[in-house]
């Protein structure tokens, strides 16, 4: 008897634990698979010493869900690592739009400190082809400085890359340098109030480039824009046709830079992208410059600078506008990368409002009352084209969400 009930205890005792090891396993491997959290790990039915003891996840003994597929945390709260502790959100994962407004500004204040130190340049050194070259160069130095220090790390080339750029390039050039022509012909609140018309451009390219279709309705938004610039033009008293025309040619050939931008940014950041689009701009603008104004510079162009202001301050004063220049563009190709081209061609136009209004300001630029109707004519229907471009992609994304 006492063999027997010997014998019945064992198997008692090892029913038991083979009844502990098939809960363990099924609370600790849902579906089969095998897992590593606790002190154990469950493999093949049997319970075996973990190498490294996980953290406490709460209570793994609950049900799993009946398709038997492992809860994930949505993409919305805080991620964890490997020691199981929540990582803070950033405050850019955080407050997105707040950022992007933060770029906007920085764009429009450094644009600002640009245009009057760009201005004041002209008044005694009016150059426009070789200021183009300088401020370029300045943004070429910048950033081999950047990339030499490791303050920016330099993001590979190939050919195929360089074929996305070059077209940015030269646009780049081209609109840089006819804007530079402009702004040294005319008052600048008159070359700004003229390149108001950049996103009536780039609506036209959305539509008849890209194939992207334009609503009716913000086309005519656009029509106070064309009204408005129009009527300034006709009585602006710094207007000529030098100025006018090297502004609408800059409009043209900003719109594309914005459009080849946006492709280019699929391989590249924007940062390292403006840096090499610097750099083979500049060897675009160069002969243009050698050709058209070095005759003149070599004879009595940088002696009548240095005579009036000196060589210090009109090296300094070169080298200032250049560095604002560039980093004004970067911020700008930082804020292409966020948002859409149309939207960052109606904040340009935004931005004009308080570039037109510092540099009458400043240079106390005199402007008749019918360039002032037209200016806020032109700036009124850049408000409500925003407006009307903000709802219908309100209605995209409930159309998509639906």
């Known amino acids: 008897m ?59 003994s609950s049900p799993a869900p009946a398709s038997g597929r492992l809860l994930r945390t ?31 500004f920085m764009w ?27 401020h370029l160069s300045v943004g070429v130095l910048y950033c081999l400085i950047s990339w030499s220090t490791g ?24 609109g840089h340098v006819t804007s530079t022509v402009s702004f040294a012909a005319v008052s600048v609140s008159f070359a700004h109030t003229v390149k108001a018309l950049e996103p009536f451009f780039n609506a036209a390219a959305s539509q008849f480039i890209l194939g992207q279709q334009v609503p009716f309705t913000l086309w005519l938004s656009l029509a106070p824009v064309v009204i408005g610039v129009s009527i300034a033009s006709l009585t602006e008293l710094s207007f000529n046709w030098t100025g006018f025309i090297n502004a609408m040619i800059s409009n043209i050939s900003f719109t594309y830079r914005s459009i080849y931008s946006k492709k280019a940014m699929t391989d590249m950041d924007s940062t390292n992208l403006y840096a090499y689009i610097s750099i083979i701009a500049l060897i675009v603008c160069i002969p243009p410059a050698i050709i058209i104004e070095g005759p003149q510079l070599m004879q ?35 804020t292409l ?19 037109i209004g510092f540099s009458i300001i400043v240079f ?39």
């Open 300 to 334: 009595h162009g940088f002696k009548d600078a240095i005579a009036k202001v000196g060589l210090t301050k009109l090296v300094s004063n070169i080298f200032l506008a250049g560095l604002f220049y560039h980093l004004y563009n970067q911020v700008a190709t930082n």
């Open 74 to 104: 949505p993409a919305s709260a805080s991620s964890s690592d490997s020691a199981g502790q929540a990582k803070p959100v950033s405050f850019v994962q955080k407050y997105p739009a707040l950022v992007t407004g933060f770029f906007f």
């Open 337 to 355: 990368q966020r948002v859409a081209p149309l939207t960052h061609a109606v904040g340009n136009v935004l931005k004009r409002v308080f570039v």
């Open 364 to 402: 106390g630029n005199k402007i008749s009352t019918q360039t002032g109707i037209g200016t806020c004519i032109a700036i009124s229907g850049v408000a409500l084209y925003s407006v009307i471009k903000a709802k219908i992609e309100e209605e995209k994304k409930q159309t998509k969400s639906a």
């Open 151 to 174: 303050l920016l790390k330099r993001a590979p080339i190939n050919s195929t890359i360089l074929k996305l750029l070059l077209p940015v390039a030269v646009c780049h050039a081209i």
């Open 2 to 60: 006492a063999a027997v009930a010997t014998l019945l205890c064992g198997s008692a005792v090892a029913a038991g634990q083979q009844r502990l090891r098939r809960r363990a396993a099924s609370s600790l491997n849902a579906g089969g698979a095998h897992v590593s959290y606790g002190a154990h790990l469950v493999r093949r039915g049997q319970l075996r010493p973990a190498l490294f003891p996980a953290p406490s996840f709460g209570d793994l």
């Open 108 to 134: 429009y204040f450094l644009n600002v400190i640009f245009n009057i130190l760009n201005k004041k340049i002209f008044d005694y050194f009016p150059y426009p082809y070789f200021v183009s070259v300088t």
